[in-house]
């Protein structure tokens, strides 16, 4: 079986838009479809999670509309992504997924549950919150002293937006960089400068937009993040799971935004039983 640092990137074209794409594991049963997070592209996934969940299932990541490789222009609305992460699926020719939605990713994939329902069989929503959930509209402000500090010292962002600022957040940041790093060929485009402002307004947006009925969502999901969380504060997780009506709650000790990358030596065996379950 390929892994993920080897996996070829595949393009399907819907609607005159050419989405990029990866998929490994054995192309049986259920797959787990990954939605990924604000200027993620496909490089940016962890392989341990990656890996370790296409040991036992059909795992198809996917660059939305805008991102990435895929062409066409990111829209700045949650519920339009939702409706291209619906199209892509269904071209591939699946009726129903699994999906393992990561921070905004996690809020296309409760997009994806409330438009599309039947095509839904199970969720992991991780390092996210429900729609509507209070302080969202400070997120530009926290991306964007992350990204002075990354300036400042010639970091990646995602070493102050994901991991605690302390000897074992810093270590977990490292090894994370370093498992980033490993596939060196293939590799996707970075994100866009109007991608990432499109995700950001729809972030924003979206945590002023009136709250969900979460309780039509009636498939099983397991919602998971660190309790440092700076980015989705681990209390919207909590309350998100409160408010789905079969959803059980992970929280990582001593761990942030990226608390499931920090945790994979347990996150991914709980994310297995889960499915299996």
């Known amino acids: 079986m390929n892994t993920w ?66 062409g066409s222009r990111v829209p700045d609305d949650l519920e339009e992504m939702g409706a291209d992460a619906i199209t892509f699926i269904r071209a591939l020719g699946h009726d129903q997924v699994d999906l393992f939605g990561f921070s905004l990713g996690g809020a296309v994939a409760q997009m994806v549950a409330l438009q599309a329902p039947d095509l839904v069989r199970r969720m992991v929503l991780a390092g996210t919150g429900p ?9 530009p402000f926290i991306v964007g002293g992350a990204y002075a500090k990354a300036f400042a010292t010639r970091k990646d962002p995602r070493h102050f937006l994901f991991f605690p600022r302390n000897a074992e957040g810093r270590t977990a940041a490292g090894e994370y960089f370093a498992r980033l790093a490993e596939r060196t060929h293939d590799l996707d485009r970075p994100i866009s400068r109007q991608a990432g402002l499109a995700q950001l307004r729809a972030i924003t947006s979206g945590g ?18 660190g309790d440092r969380d700076l980015m989705v504060a681990s209390a919207h997780s909590a ?12 929280v990582y000790p001593n761990s942030g935004h990226g608390g499931v990358f920090q945790h994979h030596e347990e996150f991914v065996p709980e994310v297995l039983a889960f499915l299996a379950g």
């Open 208 to 225: 002023l937009h009136a709250p969900d009925d979460l309780s039509t969502i009636k498939a099983p999901v397991l919602v998971a993040n």
């Open 131 to 139: 729609r509507g959930g209070g302080g969202i509209w400070k997120m």
């Open 5 to 70: 640092r080897d996996t070829p990137t595949k393009n399907i074209t819907i609607d005159g838009t050419p989405f990029a794409y990866r998929e490994l594991g054995q192309a049986t049963g259920v797959p787990v479809v990954f939605l990924h997070h604000f200027t993620a592209v496909l490089d940016d996934w962890d392989p341990r999670i990656i890996d370790g969940i296409a040991q036992r299932h059909h795992v198809i990541a996917v660059d939305n509309r805008g991102v990435g490789s895929t």
């Open 239 to 250: 309350d998100m799971a409160r408010r789905l009506p079969d959803a059980r709650l992970v």
